[in-house]
């Protein structure tokens, strides 16, 4: 049974572009939710997409969008990438079970 | 103020001996649930150990245990026998509220345990 899938694994960019990450839930969630871990830091959570609708969001800017897929895998797009944004991008999913399965994260670089 | 707090930025600590991780956390919701997750250097986070805020009796899994004081708000993590794959960084995270599981977590700072031979 695989479990959260996160690509790429390491992705380098600079300031203004723009960035998407991909993220696959175990199999048998339906819900996706994005955290942002900055270096020496805890995650912070940006959102959460379930039935293909964003149900929660945290304190991140519109830069920061997603997007869940009739098949529950998930996007994570950030526009105009700014230095701050550099962090590893986790992804996890859950169903109705109180417990959050995570990936094994994106290593975003902005330069 | 801070929802979850972890005072212990670092700790050491040798093989085979229990380890206690602290965390505090501040709510005013009746309903809510703590969590523990390790993060070994590779960065996914491992979940460990969940507790209720109903649940009447202190989570234990395995070699894991929450020490869960309500009206200190408090909820430790216990790690017995402690080895030296448990060396990574812990972190506590709150769920707020009655989401079925599936409401943003807000975490700690972590701490960063180095299990010494």
């Known amino acids: 049974d695989a479990g959260v899938t996160q690509s790429p694994t390491h992705l380098i960019k600079t300031r203004g572009q723009q960035v998407t990450l991909r993220c696959s839930p175990k199999s048998g969630h339906d819900t996706v939710s994005w955290y942002q871990q900055a270096l020496g830091q805890g995650p912070q959570f940006i959102f959460q997409?379930?039935?293909?609708?964003?149900?929660q969001r945290g304190n991140f800017p519109d830069r920061f969008s997603g997007h869940q897929f009739p098949n529950y895998s998930s996007e994570l797009n950030v526009n105009a990438l700014l230095l701050g944004d550099s962090a590893l991008y986790l992804c996890?999913?859950?169903?109705?079970?109180?417990?959050?399965?995570f990936g094994p994260g994106t290593r975003l670089t902005v330069l | 103020a801070q929802k979850i707090t972890q005072t212990q930025p670092g700790m050491f600590v040798q093989e085979k001996e229990a380890v206690t991780l602290d965390c505090t956390y501040d709510t005013s919701d009746q309903s809510y649930g703590l969590f523990w997750y390790k993060q070994p250097s590779s960065g996914e986070m491992i979940f460990l150990i969940y507790q209720g805020s109903y649940d009447e009796q202190n989570a234990t899994e395995g070699r894991y245990s929450l020490n869960f004081q309500k009206a200190r708000k408090s909820a430790n993590l216990v790690i017995s026998a402690s080895q030296l794959g448990d060396s990574a960084m812990y972190f506590c995270a709150m769920r707020e509220g009655m989401g079925g599981g599936a409401d943003g977590l807000t975490f700690g700072k972590g701490t960063h345990l180095i299990i010494q031979p």
């Open positions: 996890a999913s859950s169903s109705l079970a109180a417990r959050l399965y």
């Open positions: 997409y379930y039935e293909e609708e964003e149900r």
